[in-house]
């Protein structure tokens, strides 16, 4: 068993999902169990789903799952784990993680097969986040934050591909504008690069651009949460 | 080793033992070392149970262990620890945790019996806490928070009984006083059955009766801690 | 693998080195990780260290390993990571600890040698902190806290023989300073020995001096952090 976090903020699913993409292509194929399940207790579904290369995930059907195993190859089968033999009974109605997908995930762990656990569903039908798309202009963009790690390091919605189209490369001086406050920045390969209490633009180690201060807590310093709008253009 | 907790809030000596008597019936027998411990150094006791069902239990003799081996089949056989072959010595003045209570815990999980780690104890005269019992009177109710977990829901020293009593059922519209100030709630049987923000009143994965708020943070709403009144009746 | 902990906070080299030294020598001999790494991307150099017991250390070259190196029998061999076949290529520019380090560490404990990962390295020009030295005089000593637990206890860069030199034993008052602010304290074998809300100057379970609240929160109540300068004599 592998514990990859438990510090999923309560009730963030985008996050859940968005840690567990960038998590999963480093962990072996196996059953991969998330929970972030506000909707639980309603008639949001538990499933179970085959990916590809041996991977199984378990989940509440609210996205979590879903941007992970679709980067990942795609839905083989999925099912809606409906068989009580595979639950721990009596189900209680706030704790799905312990009474149903646990157990789920731990009789796919030793061999049972996807189709035992409920009725098939169609994987087009399992319900999709919508992550947020920046919008890239000619000499501007407008991004989202999408996580904050326990450093305070931003991880927006970009890629460094975005920040090419309006002319930042590592060395470009960026302005930024967060929460109506604007700050000077600079585009580099890594925080070493700048001086300490500076803001950099880089490209994470999950290559998604983000926003990190040398030596201290971008979130902390710019005020900005998960959800946060950020304007970005060159300086 | 299967890690539990390291989430007690310091000195929380009930609220662990909580803990470690819901947690435990969802782990298989073995040896169960718990330690919350602000008495270390003094002449609390350092203890090991062997209790039903092959569980042992090892801590300091303040209660924390009782609720759990209590419930779980009570106590067939006490020693306080005091084989100093069994500890890791010299043993420190205010880390018994890691000097007595794992070493000892080792020595069980290994076959050593329990008669060797020390000199019997009479199960009677180990020390319990006093868990507050709730005031049911005809049409209200005066109740405890006994813990509350990451997410701020409120766990209360009350059953679906004592709820019954004064004719709050699912559905039920409630009102709940807390430091002097007053909250209109609703019975439910999740916190999905009531819209965001609203307060719900229902039986939690333990079968004790929680206050949480859907899609919020019901302790830092109504400003409750481990130990706060709380006075519920039918709105 | 055995998760020691998660807990240093962001860019505390020193903290991490100390808490490092301090458990390893209850952790049985392997390979060793530890990452706190605010110079990655820098020419800090990756490095794997052989050192007594058959323990192994891998990590940055910024002094974090080597406190608990020194300490435990020092270091027979030393290697900057270079090899790329050992590590986790692309090598991402800010997170080593997962493509470098624990690679490394990962080839480590299946028996490959120290010098396949890398170029060999004098030990004498590894980098090393600079551990805070207290100024003991005839009656007052000069400390530094160095560590501050979950519990809020302060660890002081302070042994018994130090507070002995200026007459402080248990039982002795004691007059501490910090942040201009002066408080009685009672140096003491436990915290059980004094009164709830004392503040106590005792050896911890590591034989450093430390701060303690008996019941309460010492680093909260003297508003003392890492690094802050404490003053001691007998009152």
Chains 1, 2, 3 share one sequence.
């Not at 207790?41 to 789903?49: C, F, H, Q, T």
Request: net charge negative; proline share 7%; charged share 20%.
């Amino acid at each position: 068993m592998i514990d990859i976090t438990h510090g999923i903020p309560p009730q963030h699913v985008l996050q859940g999902a968005l840690v567990l993409a960038k998590t999963l292509p480093y962990m072996p194929p196996g059953v991969h169990v998330a929970v972030v399940d506000p909707g639980v207790g309603s008639d949001r579904k538990p499933v179970a789903l085959q990916g590809a290369e041996g991977r199984f995930y378990v989940g509440p059907d609210n996205g979590l799952l879903l941007v992970a195993a679709d980067r990942l190859g795609g839905i083989e089968q999925a099912v809606e784990i409906t068989s009580e033999e595979h639950m721990l009974t009596p189900v209680s109605r706030t704790f799905h993680g312990r009474d149903i997908f646990s157990p789920a995930a731990a009789h796919l762990a030793l061999g049972v097969e996807l189709a035992e656990l409920g009725q098939s569903l169609d994987p087009e039908e399992l319900r999709r986040l919508e992550v947020p798309e920046p919008q890239v202009g000619s000499s501007r963009i407008r991004a989202t934050a999408l996580y904050v790690d326990r450093f305070g390091n931003i991880q927006l919605n970009l890629t460094s591909g975005d920040l090419e189209q309006v002319g930042i490369v590592p060395g470009t001086k960026v302005e930024l504008e967060v929460r109506f406050e604007r700050y000077f920045a600079i585009a580099a390969r890594t925080f070493a690069e700048v001086r300490p209490g500076d803001v950099v633009v880089y490209e994470d180690a999950y290559r998604a651009i983000a926003l990190a201060i040398n030596q201290g807590d971008a979130a902390h310093m710019l005020s900005a949460r998960v959800g946060e709008e950020v304007l970005l253009w060159p300086a």
